[in-house]
């Protein structure tokens, strides 16, 4: 008995170590886990009431055509319906996808680093990777582009990307776009949209008018807080979208999760102070950051990736593990989720604690 051979080259998700885990490991009392970027806020309080009186049986299989989210979604984009395709959170949309159009023989363009899941399940379908470094951190979209020919099936921008935190601008997009031959799929992964502030942030929807290759991601579990609920949609051409669903398990999204997301959807005003409390939180510790030398990029989303002079991206991690603070390292530096006030400005301490003991 086998699985595929490139399956062993790889390791299964894990997210990090368990608060438990760590708990025990250094015999600590508090753990703090800014490690994943869910909302620190929770999620709007509309939800609970919502889950425990809307449904009316959890012995019957939920709407596997996601008829009520399908409609809200639709008006809250100004969309048809049959641009959109629901999924169990973006992970699932990611290797549907990936299931559908890759394979042995084709290719899939994508930056080095940026979420994970689109290299790993590229790699289950034996697909060639190429995948193109960050330029200071942002996507080399000329580069990326140069790498596209008749073989690549799908290129993949995360904007704002995870984990630097950095965007595309609405040129850069377009340009980006007009050069791509229409065999290709641009899937634009926007799990955090929603905390793009900035004012040159691509208005991504309009672009689907003109671009049929163009598919683009939205979640539930970010700005929305309901990533325990695992919900997420593409949106793009009616024509790709009927091909996709080809690929979509049936009744993918439970019950409990469409409520709470038409619930969700609802509640704007959570989610605009989530925006409006995030974007603070990060200002103060851009200015931390600036006062103790710790190198950042400006980030749109809910999380932000530092390095430290001198220490190496798991020596950071290490350092604050040990004081009971998960966070996430990569081969160039840290990401940190933007917690609350008190977590931010605690972490700040001992993130001071950590630079000056190494100065
Ligand atoms: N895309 C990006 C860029 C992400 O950071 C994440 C979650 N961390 C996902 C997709 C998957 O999100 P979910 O499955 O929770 O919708």
Request: with cysteine; net charge negative; hydrophobic share 40%.
């Amino acid at each position: 008995m086998q699985v595929k051979q490139q399956l062993l080259s790889l390791k299964p998700y894990i997210p990090g170590k368990t608060t438990e885990e760590v708990k025990r490991e250094y015999q600590l009392d508090k753990i703090v886990k800014l490690a994943s970027n869910e909302n620190p806020y929770g999620c709007s309080p509309n939800v609970l009431e919502a889950i425990s009186t809307k449904i009316p049986s959890f012995a019957i299989y939920p709407d596997g055509g996601t008829t009520e989210l399908r409609e809200k979604v639709a008006t809250h984009l100004g969309v048809n319906g049959d641009q959109l395709i629901f999924s169990s959170g973006l992970d699932e949309l990611i290797q549907m996808l990936i299931r559908a159009m890759l394979s042995p023989d084709t290719n899939t363009v994508m930056a080095k680093e940026t979420f994970p899941q689109y290299r790993h399940h590229a790699i289950i379908e034996n697909a060639e990777l190429r995948e193109v470094p960050l330029k200071d951190g942002r996507h080399d979209l000329e580069e990326m582009a140069r790498q596209i020919d008749d073989k690549t099936n799908i290129v993949w921008i995360c904007n704002p990307n995870n984990p630097t935190g950095t965007y595309v601008n609405q040129s850069e997009l377009e340009e980006f776009l007009s050069k791509v031959p229409s065999h290709v799929l641009v899937v634009l992964d926007e799990a955090y949209f929603e905390y793009a502030t900035i004012e040159d942030y691509p208005k991504t929807i309009p672009l689907l008018n003109k671009y049929e290759n163009l598919l683009i991601m939205r979640t539930f579990s970010k700005a929305f807080g309901l990533a325990g609920f695992r919900i997420g949609y593409g949106i793009g051409a009616p024509t790709l979208i009927k091909q996709l669903e080809v690929a979509r398990l049936p009744f993918n999204t439970s019950a409990l999760a469409q409520t709470a997301a038409i619930t969700a959807l609802e509640d704007i005003e959570f989610v605009e102070k989530t925006i409006a409390a995030n974007a603070k939180e990060l200002e103060k510790y851009y200015q931390f950051f600036d006062k103790h030398q710790i190198s950042y990029y400006p980030s749109q989303g809910n999380f932000v990736f530092i390095n430290i002079p001198g220490l190496s991206s798991d020596e950071i991690f290490q350092s604050l593990l040990e004081k009971g603070w998960i966070v996430r390292a990569f081969p160039n530096g840290v990401r940190i989720t933007v917690g609350k006030e008190d977590e931010n400005e605690e972490l700040m301490k001992i993130l001071a604690e950590i630079v000056t003991v190494k100065l």
